[in-house]
């Protein structure tokens, strides 16, 4: 069974940044997609950025290319999303997720392509 432990989040004025940390442990596979996603009052699960642990594909939501950056520790099984430039747009709670395999152009943006889930962190961005 698959744990992930999320770090980070907090408050900020816009502008700033954060920078968010996720931790897999009880992994048993080689090949792993680990993302973020995002949920804010009242409106869908939307997919920010993602990265395959093993393998070298990233994936970013239009509306935070150029500002957010996702990274790896491929040993660690950890992914990082270091925000900058934020909105207050990007107020939300930012969910860690995993896959055990690979992720492509679409399943990288999809909720239900995860099994693993994060407890979520919250990302508060004032004007």
């Known amino acids: 069974q698959v744990q992930l432990m999320e770090s980070g989040g907090g408050s900020v004025q816009a502008g700033g940044s954060l920078r968010l940390s996720c931790g897999a442990s009880?992994?048993?596979?080689?090949?792993?997609?680990m993302g973020w996603f995002r949920q804010a009052p009242g409106k869908e699960r939307e997919g920010v950025a993602a990265a395959n642990i093993g393998g070298l594909s990233s994936y970013y939501a239009d509306s935070v290319k150029g500002r957010f950056t996702v990274s790896r520790d491929n040993a660690k099984y950890t992914l990082y999303l270091q925000m900058n430039t934020l909105k207050p747009d990007d107020t939300a709670i930012y969910y860690c997720a995993a896959h055990e395999d690979f992720c492509g152009d679409y399943s990288w943006r999809t909720p239900r392509f995860f099994r693993y889930w994060g407890q979520g962190t919250q990302v508060t961005v004032s004007s």
């Open positions: 009880g992994h048993t596979g080689s090949r792993y997609c």
